[in-house]
């Protein structure tokens, strides 16, 4: 057995020392620095106590040119010795800990860790922490500070200082001995040593790569979606540059659903492409292995070219920016505004792939396809179909749908069976008002709740101003034009005896108003205010239609509170039903009937 690695061992400070010279870079392949604050803050108290934190593992790079960066931040390392294959966010951590130094972590940022030296605890700093002089509030400032003996004296002082104000006892002899033991034992943290392998400069990047994916030695476990994206890095790297700006052209839309990683994108792409919702099977396919059932798993070049093909002719299609701003159109016309309401990011990412697969392989009309893609979203988000066994429900999606033959017709015949065996009358009558027994404003029936509203273009109760404005932003800058509002005010609830927060903030005693109204009704019970909004706001003709758009019970206000809500939950379903029935028989583009 050929031996490809080397054993050394290197204490922290040699490592940041080497990383500051740039002679450690992070290989183009390594994700982004994504650990937490109290990540690192438990990798300090595991050091301090003196427990081991797993090997680094490095690849000897002397003289290889390649689009490696400096740790910590988004710079290309032009220079370097070593690239870190896995240690990455343990050595980040530490080497922003111990030079005080801004890491790229969504935007610069400085990460500060506190160090309490008489209880030797450590913790995120916080407001709390930084004001109570006990704590070290950034243990960077003992790192950076000139001289160790000064900084223990001005902490004992400020200690001392501060117990004296609050008519407390001073620092004792044994305090003051324990604080210099503790706060040398930090500094000293320096020295501690960590078992570094170092892979051969001879090993190629494929050996490396596949070295990378089997590897966790006690950072972020790594997923399949890692395995995949190392992959892509490594064979196709302009690839991943296109993923990633994908991602980040989306940080910058005008209207935006969703924060888009590219972890997503490989999802859509290995579904759209290979028609697989198991992503250790894609990356099996992109490995070149066969899938067949008794088949040895040996790589095949040939077919890993295959596969990279295919993906790089996939994605342009998956990237393509007009093809995402016609699916967010879709979904948006599904009363879904913005991503407030939007209880499942695996709805989108989903829906988005049967979008395409509609769009490319059936060849959908795209005026059938965005209404099409409407009602799919709004009836798997409200039925939660992604929510749990989420590969398991792509794949049987993508079986299905490749045995279809490839026609408009057949698509729209799926989708609308599909649908129909999800938007029962039973569902509706039975299940979901049971569903909107909650308190959870983030509960799938709420949202689709609020998107029935959307759809349906309802004003505010007692308004004419619509629903919609609410996630249109403030018109004056101050104010929400349209608040939630308690049918049944909380703190007339509380007078009656009912006070705990479940019972009085069921979505079911909510309604939308306008903010100035919901400050006229204040606390008033509903028995005074309602029949006087009406009057004041209300032509008698649309009187009816205004407690039906608004889910309101015949003489809700006069009704036990208990009786109120088993009565207009179903009257909210009743309005979600009718919400999707809207979608269902409405084209969003030339205002026609869908015949379905």
């Known amino acids: 057995m050929e031996k490809i690695y080397s054993d050394t061992s290197y204490t922290i400070g040699q490592l940041i020392s080497q990383i500051e010279t740039g002679s450690i870079a992070v290989p183009d392949l390594q994700r982004e620095y994504v650990w937490k604050p109290s990540d690192i803050r438990d990798l300090l108290d595991s050091m301090y106590k003196g427990y081991p934190i797993g090997y680094l593992l490095l690849w000897e790079s002397q003289g290889r040119e390649d689009d490696s960066r400096n740790i910590g931040i988004d710079e290309k390392s032009a220079k370097h010795n070593y690239l870190i294959i896995d240690g990455q966010q343990r050595l980040t951590s530490l080497y922003a800990i111990m030079t005080g130094k801004e890491i790229k972590v969504k935007g610069n940022k400085r990460i500060k860790i506190a160090f309490n030296p008489l209880t030797e605890k450590f913790d995120v700093q916080n407001a709390s ?44 002899f044994e305090d003051k001995a324990k604080i210099e033991k503790t706060i040398s034992d930090l500094i000293n943290l320096r020295s501690y040593h960590i078992g570094t392998l170092t892979i051969n400069q001879e090993v190629d990047e494929e050996k490396v790569a596949d070295i990378f994916t089997r590897v966790n030695s006690g950072g972020v476990k790594l997923t399949e979606n890692d395995f995949i994206l190392t992959l892509i890095s490594v064979n196709d790297p302009d690839l991943r540059d296109d993923i990633e700006r994908f991602c980040e052209q989306n940080k910058h839309a005008t209207i935006k659903l969703m924060e888009l990683e590219p ?103 795209s005026n059938l396809l965005r209404n099409l893609i409407a009602r799919w979203f709004y009836i798997t988000v409200l039925r939660g179909t992604y929510t749990n066994s989420f590969e398991t429900t792509v794949q049987e999606q993508l079986n299905e749908l490749t045995e279809l033959q490839k026609d408009e017709n057949s698509f729209r015949e799926y989708v609308n069976k599909k649908l129909r065996l999800a938007s029962t009358d039973d569902y509706f009558e039975q299940i979901l008002p049971e569903e909107l027994s909650t308190s959870s404003t983030n509960s799938p029936a709420w949202n689709a709740y609020i998107a029935a509203l959307s759809v349906m273009d309802v004003k505010a109760l007692f308004s004419d101003l619509k629903v919609s404005l609410l996630f249109s932003g403030n018109l004056d800058g101050t104010k929400k034009s349209v608040e939630r509002h308690h049918l049944f005010p909380k703190e007339y609830l509380h007078r009656i005896g009912i006070v705990d927060d479940k019972d009085t903030n069921q979505i079911a005693n909510y309604a939308y108003i306008e903010w100035h109204d919901n400050i006229d009704i204040s606390d008033k019970p509903p028995k005074d205010y309602y029949p006087r909004m009406v009057s004041l706001y ?24 208990k009786e109120f809500l088993n009565q207009r939950r179903k009257l909210m379903a009743s309005v979600i039903k009718r919400g999707y029935e809207t979608l269902t028989n409405y084209n969003f583009v030339n205002n026609n009937v869908i015949n379905n």
């Open 538 to 561: 209300v032509p008698q003709e649309r009187l009816e239609e205004l407690k039906t758009i608004h889910a309101l019970p015949e003489k809700w206000y006069e009704l036990d509170y």
């Open 263 to 365: 972890r997503h994108i490989v999802r859509v792409a290995m579904a759209y492409i290979f028609k697989r919702g198991r992503l250790k099977y894609a990356y099996q396919v992109l490995r070149g292995i066969e899938l067949k059932r008794g088949s040895n798993k040996i790589e095949d070049e040939e077919a890993k070219r295959t596969a990279f093909a295919d993906l790089r002719a996939g994605l342009k299609n998956v990237l393509n920016i007009e093809n995402w701003n016609q699916f967010i159109k879709s979904v948006i016309s599904a009363g879904y505004l913005t991503d407030t309401n939007i209880t499942s990011t695996n709805a989108l990412i989903a829906t988005y792939i049967i979008y395409l697969i509609g769009k490319y392989d059936f060849n959908v009309n």
């Open 129 to 172: 922490i930084e004001r109570n002089p006990e704590w070290i509030a950034d243990v960077s400032d003992l790192y950076l500070a000139p001289s160790t003996y000064s900084f223990i004296g001005n902490y004992i002082d400020k200690v001392n200082e501060s117990r004296l104000k609050k008519d407390e006892s001073e620092l004792t």
